[in-house]
């Protein structure tokens, strides 16, 4: 039972473009989304995240943006840097709930 | 650097072995949790410990025994694995149970391997 959905194993973009990672969920009751990053040998790195009640949250070169009725969220990166090379993570999980479900993965190479 | 340390980095054992992992936070945080991963899969949830409490086991088997020894300490006791066992375990901590809107902090895990 797979609640968080990522459905592009990868994606490479060319340095200085925008990258573009997307995740699907299942559970409405979700109400508070992250983005991790992972570098090979590292754990999972919070990276960004959004509230339900929100439907922009940008931090720097990275935004998160929510679509509550598709059940949708994206990660832009802009511009996408090389360092930016690794597997995304989409997480979710209801607050006031330990429980948070994580998608497969994205992983992103950026070329120089 | 991570404020999750987690030892062995990387542990061998035959399926017959007994054998702990351990995690250690120091950031004062009262929830702690074991994930468990395996290649190209997303990391699934093990147990939460809350306050020192076993407060979720997502049905593991017990051949997996976690131990909270106090709020900055979290173990997981592995006895009898079997081959299939073999994945990378993550440490996680968060500021208390059920943060809201907190993310976790994960650990840089421990790659077992499982002959």
């Known amino acids: 039972d797979q609640q968080v959905k990522q459905n592009s194993p990868s994606l490479s973009v060319q340095e200085g473009r925008i990258s573009i990672l997307n995740c699907d969920y299942t559970n409405s009751m979700f109400d508070y989304f992250l983005w991790y990053k992972k570098y090979p040998a590292e754990g999972p790195t919070f990276l960004i995240s959004?509230?339900?009640?929100?439907d922009k949250n940008e931090d720097g070169r990275f935004t998160v943006f929510l679509n509550k009725s598709a059940k949708h969220l994206s990660l832009h990166i802009v511009p996408s840097q090389p360092g930016d090379s690794a597997v995304y993570f989409c997480a979710a999980k209801e607050n006031n709930n330990n429980d948070m479900r994580f998608g497969a993965g994205t992983r992103l190479t950026v070329k120089p | 650097d991570t404020e999750v340390t987690q030892t062995p980095k990387h542990l061998v054992m035959g399926m017959t072995n007994k054998k702990s992992l351990k995690c250690e936070q120091h950031?004062?945080?009262?929830?702690m949790y074991w994930y468990k991963q395996k290649a190209k899969k997303p990391p699934e949830l093990m147990f939460v410990?809350?306050?020192?409490?076993?407060?979720i086991n997502e049905s593991v088997p017990s051949r997996f025994s976690p131990e909270c020894p106090n709020s900055s300490l979290l173990n997981l006791h592995l006895h009898a694995l079997q081959p299939e066992d073999s994945a990378l375990y993550l440490c996680?901590?968060?500021?208390?149970?059920?943060?809201?809107?907190?993310?976790?902090?994960f650990g840089n895990g421990t790659r077992l391997t499982v002959t």
């Open positions: 410990y809350s306050y020192e409490k076993l407060s």
């Open positions: 950031m004062g945080h009262r929830a």
């Open positions: 996680a901590s968060s500021p208390s149970p059920g943060s809201y809107n907190s993310p976790l902090h």
């Open positions: 959004i509230s339900s009640i929100k």
